[in-house]
């Protein structure tokens, strides 16, 4: 759990630009991570979850920064 408070520190501290560029990253990885599951290549399926809720982190960190503005 800690490791995930300190992730939502790290990216409190970047820019939107580069929170976007992140978002972007992990979307193809979420998205790359879908067809594994669809073609059963996938052995480690929590990455799934750990991708989605990185997505969801940094999202959250970006609608903190809008809201600031």
């Given at each position: 759990?800690?490791?995930?408070?300190?992730?939502?520190r790290?990216?409190?501290?970047?820019?939107?630009?580069?929170?976007h560029?992140?978002l972007?990253?992990?979307?193809?990885?979420?998205f790359?991570?879908?067809?594994?599951v669809a073609?059963?290549?996938?052995?480690?399926?929590?990455?799934?979850?750990?991708?989605?809720?990185?997505?969801?982190?940094v999202?959250?960190v970006?609608?903190?920064?809008?809201?600031?503005?």
């Amino acid at each position: 759990m800690k490791a995930n408070q300190t992730k939502a520190r790290e990216l409190k501290t970047k820019s939107a630009e580069d929170l976007h560029k992140e978002l972007i990253s992990l979307t193809k990885a979420q998205f790359g991570l879908r067809m594994q599951v669809a073609t059963q290549q996938m052995t480690n399926t929590s990455e799934l979850r750990k991708v989605r809720r990185d997505i969801a982190r940094v999202k959250t960190v970006l609608t903190e920064k809008g809201a600031q503005k």
